[in-house]
Every structure is written in structure tokens, then in C-alpha cells.
């Protein structure tokens, strides 16, 4: 790739990474992997569980990766946490010219930048969760003690932008999706033939996938009591469900308690993120139920893996939807809309095939690292020019 910038030497700062499987984690790592392919040096600095003092030191494809001991004792892990990585980004900004530093988590690395003296730029990915508590509590001096004064404020959703723009303008806010790699979430009917083998799952039966943390915010129930209908209407269908949390039993009983056959609801736990894809090709559609949700990544790898979408009209889930063009946005809270929505798609098999193909039209042309490591570089470029 011809650079057009002055490559960047990039902090990558996020308490959550790697092995955790969450947004937050996944952002960090392929953003960083995406920025590194574009010429940018990138360092991850994170954390790991050990009552050591060594930093662990590795690199992950080109990207080089620091890890702070913390303690796994959890009153002294925040202490721990922010003394030390304190001082390995002091060390780092004294070794060498770090243009950037790039920060993830508010209840973590919040606390560690309220001292740190940064030398370039200073950038924070808006990630929500947090953020979104004490704005719906009113605690906005909390929000600015913890976010000083970043250069660029960055919102993977058109609602956190407008949150944050509430508090902090538009001079340094800016909407910046997330994506997925089209390169490794792709259509694969090979792959999806296979899973359903596994699995035993009728030729004929259509499959409709969630992969989601089971917990109350993620909404699950309202997708649960959407199947005796489905199925009554359309009884060759499998359901497949992904994850695991504290509603899992609740969830399993509450399938037992309608009388569904559970050969045609499946749960499979919690997958390797590195086997997701593989699921999302046995699935003909994908059902994401929450109540609140940020920019959801999972959606994007569905959608690239050319699935119909059938989500919740929610955060940032209508900035990456276009309902009736690449899925379906229904009312949270509503088991009736779900179930409409799955029985429109099974009654108009065209319809899925078609939603697929422009979802991942969507993912190439807009919703891909690549495309959006760009677009950070030029507002890197911008403040830094």
C-alpha cells in the first residue's frame, strides 16, 4: 500500500485485551493490526494476572505487545494497574517519540492518564458501557474527572457521538464505527454444510443463529419466547445459541418450561472466537435481541459472513442496519416483532439471500478495519499536521 502520511508511532492503551473475547478487546486488536499493515508502529499495553513483576513483552503479527503484572487479589489489581502502566508509558514516551496515545477503558485507563503528560496526541475510543451508566445517572462530573481533555473523542455509534457531544462538543467528537475483516468472515457454504453434519441438522431445516453473552441486558428471554411460534409455523428450523453467562440454566428452562424440542434449539455454549465464523455459515439468518448495545461487532462479522440481520432497533444497531435493505430492525422488548420478522424471511427465502448480499456489500465498502484505520489515520494526521 502507497502511504500517503508520515507513518505514527501509536500507544494502544486497554485494561481489556486479549485473551478476553468482548467489543472492547476485538477493537484493539484488529484496529491495531489494521493501523500496523498501513506502515504505523503499534504497541498494545495492557495487563495480565500474576503476583510478578515482570512485563511481558511479545508481538502478535506486527505489532508489539507490553503486559503489566497485576495482582489477582482484586483490591489491590486497580492500584496496581495504574502505578505501573503509568510508568511504562512514561519509560515509553522517554525511549522513543510516540505520536499517539490512544486510550479504551474509563473505569480503568481513565484513572491512568489523569497524570500521564502526553507528548503528541491523545485519543479515546468512546466504548460506551461506562460511559452510558453515569450519563443516565446524571454524573457528569464523574464522566469529566475521568475524560480530561483528549484530543479526538472517538463513538462507534451515532448514539454515544450524541452523548458525548451533549458534554464535550463537536470540535473533538467524532462517529467512527466498528468493523471486521471481510478477508476472514466471508460466505462459506462448504463450511456451513459441515457444521450442520456435526450437529445432525436436517438438509431442509433453515438455521437462525444468536451468539450472545447471557445476561439480562443482552435480551434473550424476548428471543426465547419468539419460538413456539416460529416453530409452529415453520417446524423445519433449528435454532442455534452461542454463549454463555449467568441466565444460561435460566434460559434452558425457560426453552423446557414452553415444551420446545430441544433438538430444534440448540445451545452451544461458549465458542472460540476463532470458530464463530464457522457457525455463521451453517446459519441462514441472525437474530440479535438487546436491549442496549453499542456498535456490535458481532452483528458485522454476521453480516459479512453475508447473513439476513434481525435485530433490535437499539444504540448503534440502526447506524449499521439499513431495515428492509440489509435486515430487520424490531422494537426491543418485543418477542411478537421477533417472531414477525424470522417468519417474514422463512416465508421469503429470497428476501435472506438478498439481505445477505447487500449486508456484505455494506461490510466491504464501509464497515471493514481497513476502510476505518484510514479514516483514524487522516484524524491522526489532521491534529498532528
Same mark, same amino acid.
Given at each position: ?7 505514527? #508511532?501509536?500507544? %494502544? ?35 495480565? $494476572?500474576?503476583?510478578?513483576?515482570? *512485563? ?5 503479527? /506486527?505489532?508489539?505487545?507490553? $503486559?503489566?503484572?497485576?495482582? $489477582? ?16 508509558? =512514561? ?23 489523569? #497524570? ?23 454524573? +457528569?462530573?464523574? *464522566? +469529566? ?17 450524541? %452523548?458525548? *457531544? ?16 471481510? =478477508?476472514?468472515?466471508?460466505? !462459506? ?5 459441515? %457444521? ?8 431442509? !431445516? ?5 451468539? /450472545? ?25 433449528? *435454532?442455534? &445459541?452461542?454463549? =454463555? ?10 426453552? =423446557? ?18 470458530? &464463530?465464523?464457522?457457525? %455463521? ?35 448503534? !444497531? ?38 445477505? &448480499? ?28
Amino acid at each position: 500500500m502507497k502511504l500517503y502520511f508520515k507513518p505514527k #508511532n501509536i500507544l %494502544m492503551i486497554s485494561h481489556d485485551y486479549y485473551p478476553n473475547i468482548g467489543g472492547v478487546a476485538v477493537y484493539v486488536e484488529e484496529m491495531s493490526k489494521a493501523l500496523s499493515e498501513m506502515g504505523h508502529k503499534v504497541t498494545i499495553l495492557s495487563q495480565y $494476572r500474576s503476583e510478578g513483576w515482570r *512485563i511481558q513483552k511479545t508481538y502478535n503479527n /506486527n505489532v508489539r505487545v507490553f $503486559r503489566v503484572p497485576i495482582s $489477582r487479589l482484586r483490591k489491590l489489581d486497580d492500584l496496581q494497574y495504574i502505578y505501573r502502566m503509568r510508568k511504562l508509558i =512514561d519509560k515509553l514516551q522517554k525511549a522513543e517519540k510516540i505520536d499517539v496515545i490512544h486510550w479504551h477503558t474509563l473505569n480503568k485507563d481513565a484513572k491512568v492518564m489523569m #497524570n500521564i503528560h502526553v507528548n503528541g496526541l491523545e485519543v479515546y475510543t468512546n466504548h460506551l458501557s461506562w460511559f452510558r451508566m453515569l450519563y443516565n445517572q446524571g454524573e +457528569y462530573s464523574k *464522566i +469529566y474527572n475521568l475524560i480530561k481533555n483528549p484530543d479526538y473523542i472517538i463513538c462507534p455509534s451515532r448514539e454515544t457521538e450524541e %452523548m458525548s *457531544i451533549k458534554l464535550f462538543g463537536d470540535k473533538k467528537t467524532r462517529y467512527l464505527p466498528n468493523g471486521v475483516n471481510p =478477508d476472514e468472515f466471508y460466505a !462459506n457454504a462448504q463450511q456451513g454444510v459441515r %457444521m450442520r453434519k456435526i450437529l445432525g441438522i436436517p438438509k431442509q !431445516n433453515k438455521v437462525i443463529l444468536t451468539t /450472545n453473552r447471557m445476561e439480562p441486558i443482552k435480551g434473550m428471554e424476548y428471543f426465547i419466547d419468539a419460538i413456539p411460534n416460529i416453530l409452529k409455523y415453520h417446524p423445519n428450523t433449528t *435454532i442455534l &445459541i452461542l454463549g =454463555d453467562g449467568s441466565q444460561k440454566k435460566e434460559l434452558m428452562d425457560r426453552v =423446557d418450561s414452553q415444551n420446545i424440542d430441544r433438538s430444534k434449539v440448540i445451545f452451544l455454549g461458549k465458542i472460540p472466537n476463532t470458530e &464463530i465464523k464457522n457457525w %455463521m455459515n451453517a446459519a441462514d439468518i441472525y437474530v440479535q435481541p438487546s436491549l442496549m448495545e453499542g456498535c456490535s461487532i458481532a452483528i458485522i462479522e454476521a453480516m459479512s459472513c453475508s447473513r439476513a440481520i434481525i435485530a433490535s432497533n437499539v444504540g448503534g !444497531n440502526p447506524d449499521i442496519i439499513c431495515d428492509g435493505v440489509t435486515g430487520m430492525l424490531v422494537e426491543p422488548m418485543s418477542s411478537a416483532e421477533i417472531q414477525e420478522a424470522v417468519t417474514y424471511l422463512l416465508n421469503n427465502p429470497q428476501k435472506i439471500q438478498e439481505y445477505g &448480499i447487500k449486508a456484505r456489500i455494506t461490510v466491504e465498502n464501509e464497515l471493514n478495519w481497513g476502510s476505518l484505520a484510514n479514516q483514524l489515520t487522516i484524524l491522526y494526521e489532521k491534529k498532528l499536521s
